[in-house]
């Protein structure tokens, strides 16, 4: 910077400078955070003690019908799917439950679970829950 005996030239315009510069970021930041997609999953929320269900004679029978039903109606889901797979031979892969269409985003998760043998064995079960819900757009609260 310049100066005189007055003080410095220029402290002024980069004041202003710096100030335009605040001003081009900050309505750049308001445009970028009203259009951000807010996306939640909604698989998060499945609770792993109702997914059960036992083996009986090499079929598997499920005994979460209910709850996955109330769970896509309360989380608002367009369908959900639950698929289980018995493994060491105990059953035959049984066909996936759907409740509702399977459209729109999806959002996927595994879980591991004990289930009854029909023998008095408890054995592993792996369940995948498939949600579909439509994409939800808004700021971020």
Not at 25 to 43: H, N, Q, R
Not at 97 to 118: F, L, N, Y
């Amino acid at each position: 910077m310049l100066s005189n005996d007055r003080g410095d030239f220029g402290f002024m315009e980069a004041m202003v400078a710096m100030m335009a510069v605040i001003v081009v970021l900050t309505a750049y930041l308001g445009v970028a955070a009203s259009t951000v997609t807010v996306m939640i999953d909604p698989t998060e929320g499945v609770d792993v003690t109702h997914l059960t269900g036992t083996v009986e004679d090499g079929v598997f029978v499920p005994s979460y019908g209910d709850y996955i039903e109330n769970y896509a109606i309360s989380r608002g889901l367009t369908g959900i799917s639950v698929s289980v797979t018995v493994p060491g031979g105990f059953c035959e892969v049984p066909e996936p439950m759907v409740v509702g269409e399977m459209d729109g985003e999806r959002w996927s998760r595994t879980i591991t679970s004990m289930i009854d043998a029909g023998d008095g064995r408890t054995i592993v079960a792996v369940f995948e829950v498939t949600a579909c819900a439509r994409t939800r757009t808004g700021s971020l609260p």
